[in-house]
């Protein structure tokens, strides 16, 4: 009688042949009967998986403590630390990619401006819609532009980012796969799901896409060269011709991020810290009284602008004052809408690469995606058989 093929694929250690602990995200599988790393290559290629590098992480201790000198710094914060109880930590390695490239964009626009002009007709003046047809035409370029790449699919949260944007800007040391002690920092890890090259058509993809916004400004920036005020730029047809002047990708790196949950009063906050400094990229804050009352006095004063808008609508005898009657009636109603949310919130958001109205819902991206995948092993961290 035949025997059926295993479906599963059996890892046993390089050196002593054990058989190995794995999930379809293990890099490193430390065998628990002798101790040696074993690199797996998962989704990369052979040559690409044996030159990963990691940057070590900062002991969980550590990173507490970093966490409550940065709240006791807060000035928000600060007043209520005693009263804020932490949570046991989380970490994890990402994967990133890290792309330099130089670009040049040479473009042409045929572009149909609008135009609002005052012209004074005796002792009046009046008010003059134009439009025009330009052609303008150009060259931007990118030096030496550094990209931040998560060699992941379907994650594009603001925490990504924001990871990202640090990881470059400090660019801390790493070490090679294979030298670093698992035993002291490894954390749970997610696996690279595209190579180098996919990374190289990601950042050129981006790089682009930069350029073209850049181009789109220089063309607006020379229609404002002409006489009157813009109103509306409309794009009627655009050429480029990119020039690729340098592409370079760095290996594969393993960079250590942590989740820090604290309670206050009932309500649950995190903080998201890069692993080897320590720094708080993101940091969740409570809704404190003070920033309500901030909020309701932004609320009336975008009521406030909102009314005089109107009335300067109202009673406007040229294009102008309508025009701008009706900017300042807009205003005040966004305004007012986006302090009504504030007041409403429960949750503050606060991260120094910047963000937006859409930070709240996208800063847990990573960490969401993470907790699917490790949930599915009950031994613990992915790095196997190691003692963390």
């Not at 626009?109 to 012209?119: Q, W």
């Not at 005796?122 to 819609?129: A, P, V």
């Not at 981006?206 to 006489?227: C, D, I, T």
């Amino acid at each position: 009688m035949a025997t059926e093929e295993p479906l599963v694929q059996a890892f046993r250690c390089q050196r002593c042949g054990a058989p190995l602990d794995v999930t379809p995200e293990t890099i490193i599988a430390i065998c628990k009967y002798c101790g040696y790393p074993n690199v797996l290559t998962t989704n990369l290629p052979e040559e690409e998986a044996f030159s990963i590098r990691v940057v070590p992480t900062l002991p969980e201790k550590t990173i507490i403590e970093k966490a409550m000198e940065r709240t006791r710094r807060d000035p928000d914060l600060k007043g209520i630390a005693d009263k804020i109880r932490w949570r046991k930590p989380y970490g994890l390695y990402i994967p990133f990619y890290t792309a330099t490239i130089s670009l040049d964009l040479e473009y042409w626009m045929r572009l149909r401006v609008r135009y609002v002009e005052n012209v004074r007709r005796g002792n009046r003046w009046e008010t003059r819609t134009y439009s025009r047809i330009l052609d303008v035409s150009g060259k931007v370029s990118l030096k030496d532009e550094k990209i931040p790449i998560l060699a992941r699919k379907g994650v594009h949260g603001f925490s990504v980012r924001a990871m990202g944007l640090h990881y470059i800007n400090k660019h801390p040391d790493s070490v090679s796969l294979q030298d670093i002690d698992w035993k002291k920092h490894g954390l749970n890890t997610l696996s690279a799901e595209f190579s180098r090259s996919d990374a190289e058509d990601i950042a050129l993809e981006v790089g682009l896409n930069r350029l073209k916004a850049k181009a789109y400004e220089e063309a607006v920036s020379r229609a404002r060269g002409w006489r009157g005020r813009v109103v509306n730029v409309n794009v009627l047809m655009r050429r480029y011709r990119l020039d690729i002047k340098k592409l370079s990708i760095e290996p594969l790196t393993l960079v250590p991020y942590w989740r820090l949950t604290y309670e206050y009063r009932g309500g649950i906050y995190r903080y998201y810290m890069s692993g080897w400094d320590g720094e708080v990229v993101i940091a969740e804050e409570p809704v404190l009284p003070k920033h309500r009352i901030a909020y309701l006095l932004g609320g009336i004063g975008g009521g406030g602008l909102s009314s005089i808008g109107a009335v300067m609508a109202a009673m406007a005898q040229t294009h102008t004052m309508t025009f701008l009657g009706a900017f300042f009636f807009v205003a005040g109603a966004l305004l007012s809408y986006t302090m009504g949310k504030k007041i409403l919130a429960t949750v503050r958001v606060e991260s120094p690469y910047g963000g937006g109205e859409s930070m709240e819902e996208e800063v847990e991206k990573i960490f969401e995606k993470a907790e699917t995948l490790f949930d599915m092993v009950s031994s613990g961290p992915i790095i196997a058989g190691g003692e963390i």
